[in-house]
């Protein structure tokens, strides 16, 4: 595996006439590298799609909890200097519990005094509020900041793409976490119990299904999905406390995929992480702020529902 | 009740004639004392661009009243906090010189925020002179009332980065990164005529300020085999580039723009030493921060403010910019002469040139010249040490009306 040597490329405009070599150069490496971020959005996304189907809410403080997450572990390891293996187990138990606290307290009360979802809604908007101004407020939002890399970042070179240890780290780490949760949420009791409660939460709660604790135990869990994206992809994006801002990817990405769909999350994610680096490499970088637009607009064209959206259903008001 | 009547009829003419009176007065004036206006980034996100620009501000202007203040006259001023936010710069502005009745203004560390004062400033034809902000927008097309870039203004940055590719390293292929806003294309625009002078090619790529994938931006960069790049970017796409840059093995020079770092140390823990082993900076000073030649100002601020001097990372890197605007505020109104006016202070700025000792360059004004300082010096940084280059390099550009 030798380093990133690439031959001196040619000078050419990158139009129709670009050098086929150059554009293979191109697609490998914009797939490589739209894997790799497109992992984080994934989930991220994954977060956002298990707390909807379960509560119906979209959760829009999900990129500052995920942001938040990150300055947790940063206090701890750079400014605190305590060990990793106490670090990162600190992280996620706090992501946790934030998350299923904010449910328990903030929007079950939410709930009770109000029945139209849309205050559910207001309420994620306002902790992520809270969570901005707070991080802001100690000071270490103030100047961008990078998470230490966990692992190496020397290159390697995969075909003609150049990708770190710590890129392959990320894709590994996140396509494990994924597939944990899929297994957790098909193969044990409390993950089936999940599910039930996304399908029918009165006929789950008749078969004894604690709803009250299920929506904690899924809103923790998506603090620790948004922890573990954000100990992935900080030491590569740099951290600031507008770094939640990601989350838009996120949501594009689920809605690609399916707002409904756990694998279409996933899928959305590489999705628009490959397209991204698509558009800036073969159309213009200024157009890769807009490729997860595009990308959703193609999507709400040809299949309104997502890719994995299942069969598209019209409600009567 | 008649004699009471004829009290109170002479007591409102007295009050009406001493309020015609001040209000024939220039305001913020009396005999004593010059009222001034000071905004700049004290809380918020964008702090660091101005806290300590603003203590420097009033520091010298601390050091002047000691001196014995301006023909006579102490300078006593206001501030106020605009977060590097336009609606709160333009609070900030109303409240200074509706309701502070302030003479001037200094003040604005960010020029997007700043841009958003130039109508208000002009229609009440006050006096206006930034803190460190460029705020190139403000600036150009002149006006009589606005005056900044003393740090530098956008429109040089680039091209004095572009006169440094060349001449140091004879580069004729450059890559140039900039944003994809208005702050971009002013660079951007200053970069052309010292490129087309210097036989220079540019390949521009423009990208978003929150962009958190730069691979295709430095793989198209990459793909034009450039001599060197030019990032003149804000800090986080900066080190974004620099990074991606080292894990692509590019090893030619890779040059930063002042904007692009509020602190080297910062920068090399965020990228790595490994990645600055070719590595330039652009600085607006005659010395890297805390060099022997700016020691002066430290001292200053160290007797001014010992219990920030005494806090880590203070005083902050771009402290030193608040001393040139101070300068030429004072000079102004020195040159405005006993009875300054503001028309008469708006003449003395626009003939204004003079060395402040800080910035790189001479603060220089003019008929069409509203950016006082268009020069700057390049260090080159390791990750440990900072080792100014010789030479100053000035960008080409001027305004031209359309």
Redo the contacts between chains.
């Keep these: 595996m030798a380093?990133?040597?690439?031959p001196?490329?040619?000078?050419?405009s990158?139009g129709p006439d670009m050098d086929l070599q150059?554009a293979l150069?191109?697609l490998q490496?914009?797939i490589a590298?739209?894997l790799v971020?497109g992992s984080v959005y994934a989930l991220l996304a994954l977060a956002i799609v298990v707390i909807f189907k379960t509560s119906d809410v979209p959760n829009f403080a999900q990129g500052e909890v995920f942001m938040a997450a990150g300055y947790v572990a940063l206090y701890l390891f750079v400014f605190q200097k305590m060990p990793i293996w106490v670090v990162l187990p600190a992280t996620l138990v706090v992501a946790f519990l934030a998350m299923a606290l904010f449910r328990r307290f903030v929007l079950d009360q939410v709930a009770k005094s109000a029945k139209d979802l849309v205050y559910l809604v207001i309420a994620t908007l306002g902790l992520s509020y809270v969570l901005k101004g707070f991080v802001?407020r100690t000071g270490f939002?103030?100047?961008?900041?990078?998470f230490p890399a966990l692992v190496p970042?020397d290159?390697i070179m995969i075909g003609q793409a150049?990708v770190?240890m710590l890129d392959l780290a990320i894709f590994g780490t996140a396509v494990t976490v994924m597939a944990a949760f899929f297994w957790m949420f098909n193969y044990t009791k409390t993950g089936r119990a999940m599910r039930a409660v996304g399908m029918n939460p009165k006929a789950a709660q008749l078969v004894g299904v604690d709803l009250r604790r299920c929506h904690m135990l899924i809103w923790g869990l998506s603090g620790v999905i948004s922890a573990i994206a954000a100990l992935l992809i900080s030491p590569?994006?740099?951290m600031?406390?507008?770094m939640g801002?990601?989350v838009m990817?996120a949501f594009a990405a689920a809605i690609v995929g399916g707002f409904s769909s756990l694998p279409g999350a996933v899928v959305g994610g590489f999705v628009i992480?490959i397209v991204?680096?698509m558009?800036?490499?073969f159309i213009s970088?200024?157009a890769?702020?807009l490729a997860p637009f595009l990308a959703i607009l193609i999507v709400l064209v040809l299949r309104p529902q997502g890719l994995f959206g299942g069969k598209l259903t019209i409600k009567k008001v | 009740m008649s004699v009471n009547k004829t009290a109170a009829g002479l007591t409102l003419a007295a009050s009406l004639l001493i309020g015609a009176a001040a209000g024939a007065q220039e305001p913020g004036i009396t005999d004593k004392a010059i009222k001034i206006g000071i905004f700049g980034p004290l809380s918020g996100p964008n702090m660091a661009y101005g806290f300590d620009v603003v203590n420097a501000a009033k520091m010298y202007y601390d050091k002047i009243n000691k001196e014995g203040g301006i023909h006579g006259r102490k300078i006593e001023y206001v501030v106020e906090d605009d977060r590097c936010n336009a609606n709160d710069l333009v609070a900030a502005v109303k409240k200074l010189v509706e309701q502070e009745n302030v003479f001037m203004l200094n003040g604005g560390s960010c020029s997007a925020a700043v841009v958003a004062a130039k109508d208000y400033v002009v229609r009440n034809k006050v006096p206006y002179l930034m803190l460190n902000a460029s705020g190139d927008g403000a600036l150009f097309p002149p006006t009589d009332y606005i005056f900044g870039a003393y740090s530098i203004s956008q429109y040089a940055v680039g091209g004095a980065m572009v006169e440094f590719a060349a001449k140091q390293f004879g580069a004729k292929n450059v890559a140039y990164i900039n944003h994809d806003d208005a702050y971009g294309a002013w660079n951007l625009e200053g970069s052309k005529k010292d490129a087309e002078v210097n036989g220079v090619k540019l390949s521009v790529e423009s990208i978003n300020p929150g962009i958190n994938d730069v691979t295709a931006p430095f793989l198209k960069v990459r793909a034009a085999n450039p001599d060197a790049i030019l990032l003149v970017t804000y800090a986080r796409p900066a080190a974004l580039l620099i990074k991606k840059a080292a894990e692509m093995g590019f090893n030619k020079p890779i040059i930063l723009s002042v904007t692009g770092t509020a602190s080297l140390n910062q920068l090399a823990e965020n990228v790595g030493k490994d990645a600055l082993k070719n590595f330039y900076t652009q600085e607006v000073m005659i010395d890297s921060p805390g060099g022997a030649k700016l020691k002066p100002i430290y001292d200053m601020y160290k007797a001014a403010y010992p219990d920030l001097a005494a806090k880590p990372d203070h005083p902050q890197t771009y402290m030193p910019y608040g001393i040139p605007p101070a300068m030429s505020l004072v000079k102004a109104l020195k040159d405005a002469g006993p009875n300054p006016t503001r028309e008469k202070v708006l003449a003395a700025l626009k003939t204004q040139d003079f060395d402040s000792g800080v910035m790189a360059g001479r603060m220089q004004f003019g008929p069409q010249q509203r950016a006082a300082n268009r020069s700057t010096i390049f260090i080159k940084y390791d990750g440990t040490t900072m080792a100014p280059l010789p030479g100053v390099f000035t960008s080409r550009w001027t305004y031209q009306a359309k």
């Design positions: 380093a990133f040597a690439p001196p490329f040619p000078d050419l990158i150059l150069i191109f490496q914009g590298s739209g971020s802001r939002g103030d100047t961008p900041r990078s970042t290159s150049s770190t590569k994006i740099l600031t406390a507008d801002s990601i990817l992480g991204e680096n558009v800036g490499l970088s200024r890769i702020v």
